[in-house]
């Protein structure tokens, strides 16, 4: 009979690789829970935490993140950065991870400076403990990319995700982190005003996931919503509008409709359906969107 740790752990695994985030939020919570627990007992550290606890804390953090709850990620993260700091030390790749991660969800909120010196601190750990080239580092570089994206410096992304782009294919074999770094670059193209370019590695990356981590990963959605995207920007309204359709309806199953991810497409589908002259799709969004704004739940 299986303990009540393993069969959490099987619980969340198997939501997750169906795309029910919002369902995985109570045993996940659980298994951190129980984690915590056992690491108050005599069977623990001196330091009174473990492995096991500081991933699950930076997983749960994750969730949170990615349905927009928001102010529990950041209590979360700031515990993980903490647990994983005792340990596994600050030199530690596990620890650089729970960090990186961090970084995510302040980026999200625009603490743009504070995210960099961030991805700056985990690339540097990153780079003295597992090499230039590992999966783990070329994120932190893409992630920097990232930010700079974010604050406008479109260019200087750009040299940063050919670099991680460069890196990934000297070492070869990582084809997820490749698809990635793709989007990432291709996300820096448009910026620069080169749709071509950017819906070709767009167009690759997409049929990457689709094949390795399949249409039920976050990674997957996220690809089609940049796709979608990128048509609209180049003025292909009509060829992004059921994509888009499908990533909203595809984001509200997975995340649920408080979630950040939800409303970014929900907003990008309402400009797409307004240049197409959809005025009932307009009406319905926009009905939706103050619906969600008088529950507190769209920023």
């Known amino acids: 009979m299986l303990d009540q740790e393993t069969t959490l752990?099987?619980?969340?695994?198997?939501?997750e690789a169906e795309g029910h985030y919002p369902q995985m939020v109570a045993p996940l919570e659980e298994l951190v829970s129980l984690l915590r627990y056992r690491c108050s007992g005599g069977g623990c550290s001196a330091?009174?935490?473990?492995?096991?606890?500081?991933?699950?804390?930076d997983r749960?953090?994750?969730?949170?993140?990615?349905?927009?709850?928001?102010d529990r990620a950041k209590e979360l993260y700031r515990q993980a950065v903490q647990t994983s700091a005792t340990v596994f030390g600050t030199r530690d790749p596990n620890y650089a991870t729970t960090l990186n991660n961090y970084a995510g969800l302040l980026r999200m909120c625009g603490q743009y400076e504070d995210a960099e010196e961030i991805y700056l601190r985990t690339a540097?750990?990153?780079?003295?403990t597992v090499g230039p080239h590992h999966v783990?580092?070329?994120?932190?570089l893409n992630n920097r990319g990232l930010v700079f994206q974010d604050c406008g410096r479109a260019e200087e992304a750009r040299e940063l995700h050919e670099d991680a782009l460069r890196r990934l294919k000297e070492e070869g074999g990582q084809i997820v982190a490749e698809a990635t770094t793709l989007n990432n670059l291709a996300s820096a193209w448009a910026k620069l005003g080169d749709?071509?370019?950017?819906?070709?590695?767009?167009?690759?990356?997409?049929?990457i996931y689709e094949r390795t981590v399949g249409r039920n990963s976050d990674l997957y959605l996220g690809q089609r919503h940049n796709l979608a995207s990128m048509q609209a920007l180049s003025g292909d309204y009509a060829g992004a509008l059921p994509r888009l359709e499908w990533v909203t309806s595809r984001a509200r199953e997975m995340f649920g409709?408080?979630?950040?991810?939800?409303?970014?497409?929900?907003?990008?589908?309402?400009?797409?359906c307004q240049h197409l002259g959809k005025v009932e799709r307009v009406r319905q969004i926009e009905s939706e969107l103050e619906g969600?704004?008088?529950?507190g739940a769209v920023r």
């Open 47 to 57: 330091a009174s935490e473990t492995p096991e606890y500081a991933a699950a804390l």
């Open 124 to 128: 540097d750990i990153y780079e003295a």
């Open 60 to 70: 749960l953090a994750g969730l949170h993140r990615n349905l927009g709850n928001i």
């Open 292 to 295: 969600l704004a008088g529950q």
């Open 9 to 15: 752990r099987r619980r969340v695994d198997e939501l």
């Open 195 to 207: 749709y071509a370019k950017a819906r070709a590695y767009m167009e690759e990356a997409s049929a």
């Open 136 to 140: 783990l580092t070329i994120s932190a």
């Open 257 to 272: 409709p408080r979630s950040e991810n939800y409303h970014a497409v929900l907003r990008n589908l309402l400009a797409v």
